[in-house]
């Protein structure tokens, strides 16, 4: 079991930054590949962003050289900076895990607001 709690949004002018941190119980957290999904009112849920247990990143072609994920094993925690917002980006944001060998990722945390203003 893994559970997930998410900080870091907010409101932000178009432009500007936010960095969201999600910590991880368990003790297996480093075995556990990691994403960032959003979803804004109306529309699909979208993984963001993605990180393998062994730190491979990969992203949606409308954030790429914009956002970064990372993760520090050590603080069982995940991030996501994102830079260079835009109104579009706009969401819920959540993170999720994924065991190893599982094709879904079946923990969730919470979500946080990211409110992106033009």
């Known amino acids: 079991q893994v559970q997930l709690v998410e900080s870091g949004g907010g409101l932000v002018q178009a432009g500007g930054s936010l960095r969201l941190s999600c910590a991880a119980s368990?003790?297996?957290?480093?075995?556990?590949?990691m994403g960032w999904f959003r979803q804004a009112p109306g529309k699909e849920r979208e993984l963001v962003a993605s990180i393998t247990s062994g730190g491979s990143p990969s992203y949606i072609d409308s954030v790429k050289g914009r956002f970064t994920i990372s993760r520090d094993n050590a603080k069982n925690s995940v991030y996501l900076q994102m830079n260079s917002l835009k109104p579009e980006d706009t969401a819920e944001y959540y993170c999720?895990?994924?065991?190893?060998?599982?094709?879904?990722?079946?923990?969730r945390g919470q979500g946080t607001q990211v409110t992106v203003s033009a």
């Open positions: 999720a895990a994924r065991g190893p060998g599982r094709q879904t990722y079946d923990y």
């Open positions: 368990g003790r297996t957290f480093r075995n556990y590949a």
